[in-house]
């Protein structure tokens, strides 16, 4: 029970992370690619459809998230 309690507090952390820090031009489309990516898993290939972009550009906004995110989560 303890485990499950803890990620979901780091779930919360992330969704606050992401819709804090995610910002710009694109952020809506931005904060949803990641969310989608991060929380249901869903592939690069079906997110880049789902979005109308290239896979390339799909995993260059991932993972450029991934660092803005991360960067704003303590330990």
Not at 24 to 33: L, P, V
Request: proline share 1%; with cysteine; net charge positive.
């Amino acid at each position: 029970m303890e485990k499950y309690k803890n990620r979901e507090i780091q779930r919360d952390k992330v969704e606050y992370a992401i819709y804090q820090w995610i910002l710009g031009r694109n952020a809506e489309r931005n904060r949803a690619i990641v969310s989608r990516r991060l929380f249901d898993g869903i592939k690069f290939e079906d997110l880049a459809d789902e979005f109308n972009l290239s896979v390339r550009r799909t995993k260059t906004i991932v993972y450029n998230c991934y660092d803005i995110i991360f960067r704003h989560i303590p330990d």
